[in-house]
Antibody, heavy 119, light 110 residues
Framework: QVQLVESGGGLVKPGGSLRLSCAASGFTFSDYYMSWVRQAPGKGLEWVSYISSISTYTYYADSVKGRFTISRDNAKNSVFLQMNSLRAEDTAVYYC????????????WGQGTLVTVSS | QSVLTQPPSVSAAPGQKVTISCSGSNSNIGNNFVSWYQQLPGTAPKLLIYEDSKRPSGIPDRFSGSKSGTSATLGITGLQTGDEADYYC???????????FGTGTKVTVL
């Protein structure tokens, strides 16, 4: 069965950096785009980033462009989110998700990892 | 500020039907497929509907999706207490080159 397990969240000061990881299993990882989606406390879902199956293409929300970098390691079935210049408004649960085979939708989600940006 | 607008809440008695609207524009719903997600309290979102009206395996046919022009609708029939959750629409926005989620709708079973 498809499993996505995020790690790397925690407390970081404004201006700091954090790297999130997502370990995938139960499917042929290199065949799928992957995404990160976040949810601030008590708020709705916000898409953060996509990466194509062999890292050719990456897409970012305007709110994180230039600060966050998505990457993947198909040999290790993992996707990453490097977050720099963190701000209080980046505080959220970050979900890793698999992008559907036929289009732009997230068909499997991890349990999420909490990132708190505070001094 | 999401580009997809949903009603904040809808409610109905057990066994009844609810519909949730998702309003967008030609740059998103009007020219791209819509998906719907269910988020039960304290859990990760779950895909309910993709490509406007298709259900992943395991999703009961009580859940249905449709689209007309720049609006999409999620329908839930035979409402159950276990359906109490937040529901989000989502689609690609061609102008923004970004995936966008709706504002979210809380479903309450009376």
């Amino acid at each position: 069965q498809v499993q996505l397990v995020e790690s790397g969240g925690g407390l970081v000061k404004p201006g700091g950096s954090l790297r999130l990881s997502c370990a995938a299993s139960g499917f042929t990882f290199s065949d799928y785009y992957m995404s990160w989606v976040r949810q601030a406390p008590g708020k709705g879902l916000e898409w953060v980033s996509y990466i194509s199956s062999i890292s050719t293409y990456t897409y970012y929300a305007d709110s994180v462009k230039g600060r966050f970098t998505i990457s993947r390691d198909n040999a290790k079935n993992s996707v990453f989110l490097q977050m720099n210049s963190l701000r209080a408004e980046d505080t959220a649960v970050y979900y890793c998700a698999r992008v559907g085979a036929s289009g732009w939708y997230e068909d499997y989600w991890g349990q999420g990892t909490l990132v708190t940006v505070s001094s | 500020q999401s580009v997809l607008t949903q009603p904040p809440s809808v409610s109905a008695a057990p066994g009844q039907k609810v519909t949730i609207s998702c309003s967008g524009s030609n740059s998103n719903i009007g020219n791209n497929f819509v998906s719907w997600y269910q988020q039960l309290p304290g859990t990760a979102p779950k895909l309910l509907i993709y490509e406007d009206s298709k259900r992943p395996s395991g999703i009961p046919d009580r859940f249905s999706g449709s689209k007309s022009g720049t609006s999409a609708t999620l329908g839930i029939t035979g409402l159950q207490t276990g359906d109490e959750a937040d529901y989000y629409c989502g689609t690609w926005d061609t102008s923004l080159s970004a995936y966008v989620f709706g504002t979210g709708t809380k479903v309450t079973v009376l």
